[in-house]
């Protein structure tokens, strides 16, 4: 495909969207169509459009040849019954769905139409987590043994320019902090210990925001196949006075050396007479997502992280609330 790439965003409720939307807009490949959204985000929606200078509609419409779908996740599948018979591309943001059987689903209509999806999960387009996939690949670190992941930000009332309390409402976002923010991290340690997980245990709760109607922080111990255990502390435990919005760490342990990310995002630190803050100056794991969709589809290639890596993040997350849940050891 040697023409710009036609792409429309459906819905404006999840927060990825606004850093998106700009630089769908100024991609060079990208002919961004229009923002869809009907719903709460609508007046947001219509800003960020006339920002942008691209048509503002209530309702997809018009032919495009791809799809960001940042709407809420339980209307993926509609969305992608109604777009992926057309032959539109989507680029799915998590989660994929609320439901194993929904993404099950979603993965299945995908394939079924030949349309390429894509699931855009941060960490595997940060610099530092990629340098040491690499080197996992070529077996400078040995057999990898033992992955922690540490991944924990400020709960998403209070982001400019979107309203997103939607993520603290059970039956709109089906997980807490652990899941929202955690989701990431468990497609991170498929990617960097190279398997499936086999065993999960996880304990998630409401404990350091127990106002909420959700949980706000967890921790899990995940066993994978070959015995590679990862640990992982994910949710919204930042106070809203913490320097940076989201803190990320990931340490992997092989049988010949180890290696240790403490800081995966580009940042700046700014600050003032009573605080200082660290922020995201230039987020190239958003650059590299939207460039590696853009590829996939322009290319016909198969993207680097597809539907079923969604999929199975999915499961793995649904596991560790179902062991939380039970408290037991589930099977994954």
């Known amino acids: 495909m040697n023409a710009p790439l036609r792409l429309g965003i459906v819905g404006y409720d999840h927060p ?41 509609v209530p309702e997809p419409a018009g032919r495009i040849d791809a799809a960001y779908l ?70 400078d670190l040995g057999e990898i043994r033992l992955v922690h992941a540490v991944k924990v930000g400020k709960v998403p009332l209070t982001i400019p320019g979107i309203d997103a309390s939607w993520l603290v409402d059970p039956s709109e976002a089906g997980f807490g902090g652990f899941g929202d923010i955690g989701m990431h991290a468990v497609d991170a340690l498929r990617w960097l210990t190279g398997r499936e997980a086999t065993r999960a245990y996880a304990r998630i709760h409401r404990g350091v925001r127990p106002e909420l109607a959700v949980d706000s922080i967890g921790s899990a111990t995940i066993e994978f196949e070959g015995g590679a255990i990862a640990t992982l502390t994910a949710g919204w ?11 990320a760490r990931f340490e992997v342990v092989g049988s010949k050396a180890a290696a240790r990310v403490e800081h995966p995002y580009q940042d700046i630190r700014l600050a003032d007479a009573t605080r200082s803050e660290r922020i995201a100056a230039s987020r190239l794991d958003a650059v590299w997502n939207l460039d590696a969709f853009v590829r996939s589809v322009r290319l016909d290639e198969t993207p680097p992280i597809t539907g079923e890596d969604g999929l199975r993040a999915l499961e793995l997350m649904l596991a560790c609330y179902r062991s939380s849940e039970l408290g037991v050891e589930i099977a994954v």
């Open 16 to 56: 990825h969207v606004l850093r998106f939307a700009p630089m769908l807009a100024a991609h060079p490949h990208v002919e961004l169509a229009w923002i869809a959204d009907d719903g709460p985000n609508r007046a947001w929606a219509e800003a960020m459009a006339r920002q942008l200078g691209v048509e503002f």
């Open 70 to 139: 940042a709407n809420r996740p339980r209307g993926h599948l509609d969305a992608v019954r109604r777009l992926a018979g057309q032959g539109v591309h989507l680029l799915c943001d998590k989660p994929i769905a609320l439901t194993a059987e929904d993404g099950r689903a979603i993965v299945e209509i995908a394939r079924t139409a030949g349309v390429h999806l894509m699931v855009p999960f941060n960490p595997r387009g940060q610099p530092g987590p990629r340098a040491v996939r690499e080197r996992i690949e070529r077996g």
């Open 237 to 247: 435990a930042n106070p809203d006075g913490f320097p940076s919005f989201l803190d």
